[in-house]
């Protein structure tokens, strides 16, 4: 049995450089300077980079020693959220005037389905064109735009022209796209996912698609099918205005390196209370806790627990943090500690996966 998927024009825009541009733009005197936005301290963590200091190797969430490493002219700039929101605001707003499917991912980049546009426009990528002029003429800053078939490819076709450039994928081209493409250009293939492709001979698109449903499955589990669908042009989730919070956090990076689990603790309580402040501002909450334990050698590690109820106190969130604290001995001293709730009572039901193949049809103009 064949479906047939409904065909949709989506734009992902994305916003160059966005937090450094905003400070480039309030302050000319930093323009075609290379700067960072975030803490200069040996402790601080780079936010955004903008392009010139890119060109040096700076880039977000870089410690800023090694950005200082990299770029010794580097400028540092205090991070400015609530300027941040303002402008993004005024984008937002911008886009609503084309559609009111808008899905936000970030203060700095969203996706829009403008299959039915409010300007009647039947071209996505003239639309993209004219949204991203209308962004530069009313907040002075480039974005750059993705535009084709869904929202997987439009995201990845975001990156090819930046700085303030677009890419479209048109219908009759997204399989050929898909298949020459490096495998860790596609969204959700991360460092590791990457690796192991490689070993098992997956370099491009035309290598994964090679692959069977079931191979895919058995060695990357359920992301398996996700591969096989969407090397085939197959994405179905559609934009979503009022898009569903997964997950709910906040973390702290410490001055000095902990290697005392009595002030981790201290910390954990203080990360705990400001998670139940949020939960309650969002009026959530969850059953999955995760511990984000990053050491001073940078090395990574989270460690969760389910439970078979929801909770949103800070009594009962530390009482799961300290358990997972406990789980395992150290392996160093501890600079970034954090606490995360998921499995959140907003969460719907999982589709119900669709096992037959459905063909694309690629129709209509672009």
Do not use: W
Not at 31 to 59: D, L, M, N, Q, T
């Amino acid at each position: 049995m064949q479906e047939l998927i409904p065909l949709r024009k989506i734009i992902h825009i994305d916003m160059d450089a966005f937090y450094a541009s905003v400070e480039q733009l309030d302050n000319p005197e930093l323009r075609g300077k290379p700067i960072a936005v975030g803490g200069s301290s040996k402790r601080g963590v780079v936010a955004a980079a903008s392009y010139e200091a890119r060109k040096f190797g700076v880039k977000s969430a870089m410690s800023s020693v090694m950005a200082i490493r990299n770029c010794p002219h580097l400028i540092f700039v205090k991070t400015r959220f609530e300027r941040y929101r303002e402008v993004s605001r005024q984008i937002r707003e911008i886009f609503l005037e084309y559609t009111d499917l808008v899905e936000p991912l970030s203060l700095d980049e969203a996706y829009l389905d403008v299959t039915e546009n409010k300007k009647g426009n039947p071209s996505a990528t003239l639309v993209a064109r004219e949204i991203r002029q209308r962004i530069k003429d009313k907040t002075g800053l480039n974005a750059s735009a993705g535009i084709s078939i869904n929202k997987f490819i439009a995201k990845i076709a975001s990156d090819y022209n930046k700085p303030n450039g677009q890419k479209t994928v048109n219908p009759e081209e997204v399989l050929e796209f898909l298949e020459k493409l490096d495998i860790r250009k596609f969204h959700g293939v991360g460092k590791v996912t990457a690796e192991k492709m490689y070993r098992l001979g997956i370099f491009t698109g035309v290598d994964l698609k090679q692959k069977s449903a079931e191979y895919l499955t058995e060695n990357f589990g359920k992301s398996g099918l996700h591969y096989y669908n969407v090397v085939r042009g197959i994405h179905l989730s559609e934009v979503k205005p009022n898009r569903i919070r997964k997950s709910l956090g906040a973390e702290r990076t410490f001055n000095e390196n902990i290697s005392s689990e009595i002030f981790m603790l201290e910390r954990l309580e203080n990360i705990a209370e400001e998670i139940e402040r949020r939960l309650e501002k969002s009026k959530v909450a969850g059953k999955t806790v995760t511990l984000k334990i990053k050491y001073s050698d940078f090395t990574l590690q989270t460690r969760s627990k389910t439970i078979s109820y929801y909770i949103s106190s800070k009594e009962l969130i530390l009482e799961i943090a300290k358990e997972l604290l406990y789980q395992e001995k150290m392996k160093n001293s501890v600079r970034l500690l954090g606490i995360s709730l998921s499995n959140l009572n907003t969460d719907k039901p999982e589709e119900k996966e669709q096992k037959e193949e459905i063909e694309v049809q690629l129709r209509f103009e672009f």
